[in-house]
């Protein structure tokens, strides 16, 4: 991720150059934000318990369970619902008078809310505004968000949700209650590992879902609770300082999910790498004290006879820009340039949470960008596991060559699909912003379902071109390829190298989420992106 002197963006991998010189990233506005971690409190029981469904088994974290109990049996420091359904639980409870008074001046539009108190059993009502409306997805979104800000300012342990019923175009009951889910625990997750006096945070911690029938929202809870558990894991990961968070350490949290069923998980160290031929690779990691990682992850969910489906994570665990150093401004956020990584693992842990009936291969190439007196400089021609060689112009466009030598190897596995997640290019961010991570493919209908999980979890992607034009952006004098292709079309330009290394046939995507995956600035932490996405596009794939 090299600059290429003031006034001009960089041309590798990392963040755009400002006129003043410096790396700056745009704060993110995307909803899948708000760093926090709910410590665990006991459950406070309601009249109907049924099975409490965990999240995130590892650690304390938002717990959920369900309920189908006539709301006026409730007992409960608080229910959050619409208008309509808090008149008729106030009348039920002979507090119609009180409740009246309260909400007479309320604005019954979203993006309001209103805290009753009655007392009694069920002590007070989140009034949500605009939850009687039919609301479109994104809108219901912007609902659960709100009822999660709403309930964590309270002083409560434990809440019921009644948004179920909400009317959603296109979203059934199962849709919606992952949804809130995924919002809700999204605001309630806070890391405050390293804090000597850790903020006070929000006592809630267990979740009620109120719905009129629990046929199909087991099934629903469960994955939206293996969903939580990867994001979790994900913005973990990538909050972690680097001086913790190593190539090493990466792996060791990899063998945390091997002691799960049906999982195995191994790695290829620097001495195995270099009998593979991964010279790409280990021009990236050669510049460290700390060794680099190939980290492998088998999941074995499926038939014996499926081929698996395969996840590659770019895991630069802190890039300095090597030779090609960064300068210094916001070069601290690059302790994020193992997002990619992150998501991967993410997406994995809920994959194997959820028990999904898939095989599933996940790589992450996990190295550390150093400058060094054994660093790679530029000019320096490696030979990769394929075969090809690769003029290095630019030290920081690595990611690149530890993703090219991954991609090579994880293709011995004979994967149906290959999805490789990497915070690639700072030219990502200035085509689509924080919003929106890229997404490259070579096959349409890969793509297609890929954009189809960012719509349907709000995780969005955009599709990006991968013509055979800008290929000859990548032409060098010396070796098969150069690692860089200039200043314009930086992000394809990386794609397109990436592609080099798929063999034909083989269906693959490159989601760049240098944008998405972390946020900058105030509001500084990682976001756990693409895991939702990637999480919906396997359970699609797998039938669930």
Not at 12 to 32: C, D, H, R, Y
Request: include cysteine; charge should be positive; hydrophobic fraction near 40%.
């Amino acid at each position: 991720m090299s600059p290429s002197g003031p006034g001009r963006w960089a041309s590798g991998e990392g963040f755009p150059l400002f006129p003043n010189g410096f790396f700056q990233k745009p704060v993110s506005t995307a909803v899948l934000s708000r760093a926090v971690h709910a410590p665990l409190r006991p459950l406070v029981p309601l009249v109907k318990i049924s099975p409490t469904i965990t999240l995130f088994t590892d650690g304390a974290c938002m717990k959920y369970s369900l309920t189908d109990a006539d709301p006026l049996s409730l007992r409960t420091p608080c229910i959050a619902t619409s208008l309509k359904l808090a008149r008729r639980i106030a009348k039920g409870l002979g507090a119609q008078g009180a409740f009246n008074l309260a909400t007479q001046d309320f604005n019954d539009t979203l993006g309001q809310h209103l805290v009753v108190n009655l007392g009694g059993d069920l002590n007070r009502i989140v009034v949500m505004g605009g939850a009687d409306e039919r609301l479109s997805q994104a809108k219901f979104r912007k609902l659960g968000t709100q009822a999660a800000q709403a309930l964590l300012a309270l002083p409560i342990k434990q809440a019921v949700v009644a948004l179920a019923h909400v009317a959603v175009q296109g979203g059934r009951t199962p849709w919606k209650l992952q949804t809130l889910m995924q919002t809700l625990s999204i605001d309630a997750y806070r890391y405050h590992s390293h804090k000597s006096k850790p903020p006070k945070t929000p006592t809630l911690a267990n979740i009620r879902l109120l719905v009129s029938s629990r046929a199909e929202a087991g099934h629903a809870v469960r994955l939206g609770a293996a969903l939580d558990a990867g994001l979790q894991l994900a913005r973990d990961l990538g909050n972690e300082p680097p001086n913790v968070c190593d190539p090493n350490y990466l792996l060791k949290q990899a063998r945390k999910l091997g002691r799960k069923t049906n999982v195995t998980v191994t790695s290829l160290n620097e001495k195995k790498m270099e009998t593979l031929g991964m010279g790409a690779f280990l021009a990236v990691s050669q510049g460290s004290d700390k060794p680099g990682q190939m980290i492998i992850i088998r999941y074995n969910g499926g038939k014996k006879a499926d081929q698996p489906i395969a996840l590659v994570g770019k895991g630069i665990t802190f890039d300095t820009g090597g030779i090609s150093l960064k300068p210094p401004a916001a070069m601290d956020e690059m302790k994020f340039d193992m997002c990619g990584a992150a998501a991967v693992l993410g997406a994995t842990k809920a994959v194997i949470e959820a028990r999904l009936p898939v095989n599933l291969i996940t790589v992450v190439a996990a190295a550390e960008n150093m400058p060094s007196g054994i660093a790679t400089r530029p000019a320096d021609i490696v030979t990769t596991a394929s075969g090809q060689t690769v003029e290095i112009l630019n030290t920081d466009a690595e990611g690149r060559l530890v993703l090219c030598d991954a991609l090579t190897h994880v293709q011995t596995f004979k994967p149906s699909t290959i999805i490789d997640v990497a915070t690639l290019t700072g030219a990502c961010i200035v085509a689509l912003g924080s919003h929106a991570s890229a997404v490259y493919a070579n096959d349409d209908a890969l793509a297609e379902d890929l954009l189809k999980a960012g719509e349907d979890t709000g995780d969005r992607g955009w599709r990006m071109p991968l013509w055979e034009d800008y290929q000859t952006q990548l032409r060098s004098n010396f070796a098969d390829m150069a690692n860089v292709g200039g200043r314009d079309a930086g992000s394809v330009t990386a794609a397109c190298f990436l592609h080099r290394f798929i063999d034909n046939g083989v269906q693959w995507a490159h989601m760049d989420v240098a944008g998405s995956a972390f946020q900058g600035g105030a509001r500084k932490g990682s976001t756990g992106r693409p895991v939702p996405s990637l999480f919906k596009y396997i359970c699609d794939r797998s039938g669930i």
